[in-house]
């Protein structure tokens, strides 16, 4: 579409960060109209298939090796279990099926063919399915494909400059080859970021720069609200105001149209009122179920109640426009 931009400025996607917040919204709003059904939200689910013990140091995430979080840390789950919580899932209404593991990267082949098989099996009850495992190969990446994988979540969480801040075994650049090689195998693109972390606006801004200006935008962008986990060197950080989350989410909304804009974490700490006004300023996605990877999520009796009240509808699987996303074994 003639209005899909790459080429954004930093200046001009700041003048829409700090747009005073009624015409954000209105902005936001509009845009959302033209480019997705209003009221439709993609409705996903999250399993975390390896818990705990990871050897990257992220200082939000309480399943880093390097703090000090209660976790329950498990190994890799058998793949049956798996397929049995992705029917509960599909069940209860949803179409994305996200497998999170707390990984650097896939290290053992046969673990890795275990997550094959778990991409495949779901892929054919004809969910979108949705991988995070961390850095990958070309050839894990090609594998996961042919096993079904329709996206896969690689965040790039905020500015190149907080980054370094936050994460130190891993570099910004090590995410952006990552994300190329996702796209050298078609596979549809989950990158967002996280803010609450003590991150200015500006670099809420160069995240949102960042990811708008990618050869091609990411089909989907998380906003995560950061969940201040006891044990995690940002514990002691505070919630982030709902305005905030708005204007990331307006802001991705109007720079990136076509994406799929999720409301991720932090939900949990957020009252019907403040979600709404999310759903005002472009946000179309969600995370179901009980637990995020680690921590509480929104109870689905809470969530069904929402979708009644604001008239939302869930969205089907396999809607992307892009057709070389859709997995031969999933159903269309
Ligand atoms: N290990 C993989 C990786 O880092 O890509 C996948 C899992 S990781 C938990 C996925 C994303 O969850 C992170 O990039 C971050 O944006 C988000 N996340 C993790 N802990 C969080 C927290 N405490 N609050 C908000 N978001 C969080
Ligand atoms: C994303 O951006 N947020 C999700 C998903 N991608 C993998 C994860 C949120 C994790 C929140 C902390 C936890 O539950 O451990
Ligand atoms: Fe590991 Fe991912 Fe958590 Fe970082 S965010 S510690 S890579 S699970």
Known sequence: MADIRTDWSYDEISEIYHTPLMELTYQAATVHREHHKTGEVQVCTLLSIKTGNCPEDCAYCPQSAHNDAEVESHGLLDPEEVL???RKAKEAGSTRFCLGAAWRSPKREEEFDQVLEMVKGITDMGMEVCCTLGMLSDEQARKLKEAGLYAYNHNLDSSKEF???????RSYEDRLDTLEKLRDNDISVCCGGIIGMGETDEDRVKLI????????????????????????????KTKVPVW????????????MPDSM???????????MEEQALCFMAG?????????LLTTKNVEESEDQKMFDLLGLTPRDAFQDAKEKHIPENGVK
Do not use: W
């Open 84 to 86: 049995e919580s992705a």
């Open 163 to 169: 980054y370094q801040k936050i994460i130190t075994t």
């Open 209 to 236: 720069h960042n990811l708008a200006t990618l050869p091609e935008h990411p089909e989907s962008v998380p906003v995560n609200a950061l969940l201040a986990c006891k044990g995690t060197p940002l514990e002691e």
């Open 244 to 255: 905030d989350m708005v204007r990331m989410i307006a802001t991705a909304r109007i720079t």
């Open 261 to 271: 804009v999720r409301l991720s974490a932090g939900r949990v700490n957020m009252s």
């Open 283 to 291: 946000a179309n996605s969600l995370f179901t179920g009980d637990k």
